[in-house]
């Protein structure tokens, strides 16, 4: 069945950097665009990054821009999203989703996995 696995989540300082992988099974991962979002308790989930199927494209949030990079391996199905110079506010719960075309929309994501916790310390 479909599988989104998320990992590498944690308690940060501010200014430090985290790596999220996210694992894909169940479906034909290098047809998908994929996409990182979050939430935090309260509030609805937020897009924060995208990639192409091919990888050669990508598209964030602009609270993000210039600090977080997204990236993908289509021969390991999976994609990252590398987070550098982190602030508090990046707080949330991380979700990566797949989708069939190239969107911010979380309508538009067919495919989700559990998220995984990101905590920024001030």
């Known amino acids: 069945q479909v599988q989104l696995v998320e990992s590498g989540g944690g308690l940060v300082q501010a200014g430090g950097s985290l790596r999220l992988s996210c694992a894909a099974s169940g479906f034909t991962f290098s047809n998908y665009r994929m996409a990182w979002f979050r939430q935090t308790p309260g509030k609805e989930r937020e897009f924060v990054a995208a990639?192409?199927?091919?990888?050669?494209?990508?598209y964030s949030t602009d609270s993000v821009k210039g600090r977080f990079t997204t990236s993908r391996d289509n021969v390991k199905n999976a994609v990252y999203l590398q987070m550098n110079s982190l602030k508090p506010e990046d707080t949330a719960v991380y979700y990566c989703?797949?989708?069939?075309?190239?969107?911010?929309?979380?309508?538009?994501?067919?495919?989700w996995g559990l998220g995984t916790q990101v905590t920024v310390s001030s």
């Open positions: 990639i192409s199927w091919s990888g050669l494209a990508t």
């Open positions: 989703a797949a989708a069939g075309l190239f969107s911010r929309r979380q309508d538009d994501y067919d495919y």
